[in-house]
């Protein structure tokens, strides 16, 4: 991994590692990637989000976005390694974005939708937790129900402050996992 990034586009740095008698040379480069994050239901930017970046699972940036819903970063890479673009917010399901590349970028652009929580309906029961969405017909919409152990309240704490959330967003069925970028011939 880099341990050096300037705000350049792309920077070619050496690192050597020795091993065996034999000189390892690895290129590491760094590429600059602008993420715009949006609400998914109304479209309209969200400032103060949080975007980090992973490279080979390992966190290696994090800001958040400004009133434009924009942040631009500047991302250590070395080709073929994994990178994973998280976007979060209070009051929203966090966002991933996983993505893979046979070839080095220099910029990437990607918009990210987070979506909304939604606030549910909560029973309590002496053994158990019963979680609802909050709508007239709760028969077509999921729910959630666990031993009420699970919840962690203090002995001195005012249950009617609880509050639950059931967001349910749709998933895709693709099995593939990974955005992967690969050159159109």
Known sequence: MCAAVQATNCLM????????????????????LKVQVSDMVNCQYLSQALVEVYVNYTRTNTALTGEDGGVVLHVAYQLGLPITIVASRDGYLCTLLPCKTSRMPIFSSVAMSLLGLTQGNI???????????KTSDASSHPTVQFPKRLLNLAEDSDVSSVKAYLTFPSLSTEDNKFLYITQAE
Do not use: K, M, R, Y
Not at 14 to 29: I, K
Not at 123 to 131: A, K, N, R, Y
């Open 13 to 32: 740095l050496p690192l050597v590692f020795w091993g065996s008698g034999n000189q390892v040379v690895l290129l590491c480069s760094a590429f600059t």
């Open 123 to 133: 029973w309590l029961f002496e053994d158990s937790v019963f979680i609802t969405a």
